[in-house]
């Protein structure tokens, strides 16, 4: 089995910085694309960024230039650096990524239970 577990989620000021951390486990042969997802009360859920490999990224518009997405060597570990905060960040944030278990020669896409992302004075 393949799970994603997330934390790094809390209550954050305007302005301020979160850092979210999504590991994956399991029986994995190999990963391609990690990704954050979020949804607001009363919203779809959006794609916030996502990284392919080490150095390959895409943002959603409204986060370009404050947040970050980043990859551990070992590319099972992907990080969301959320800086400059704002209330219309808040959301559960989930992490998404592709991977291919062990023994299969298939990708699927797995999600994380989400952490909760408040932005409030």
């Known amino acids: 089995q393949v799970q994603l577990v997330e934390s790094g989620g809390g209550l954050v000021q305007p302005g301020g910085s979160l850092r979210l951390t999504c590991t994956a486990s399991?029986?994995?042969?190999?990963?391609?694309?990690m990704g954050w997802f979020r949804q607001a009360p009363g919203k779809q859920r959006e794609l916030v960024a996502r990284i392919v490999g080490h150095d390959t990224t895409a943002y959603s518009d409204s986060v370009k230039g404050r947040f970050t997405i980043s990859r551990d060597s070992a590319k099972t570990t992907a990080y969301l650096q959320m800086n400059n905060l704002r209330p219309e960040d808040t959301a559960v944030y989930y992490c998404n990524a592709v991977i291919r278990s062990s023994g299969s020669d298939s990708y699927h896409a797995y999600w994380g239970q989400g952490t909760q992302v408040t932005v409030s004075s």
């Open positions: 399991g029986s994995i042969f190999s990963i391609n694309v």
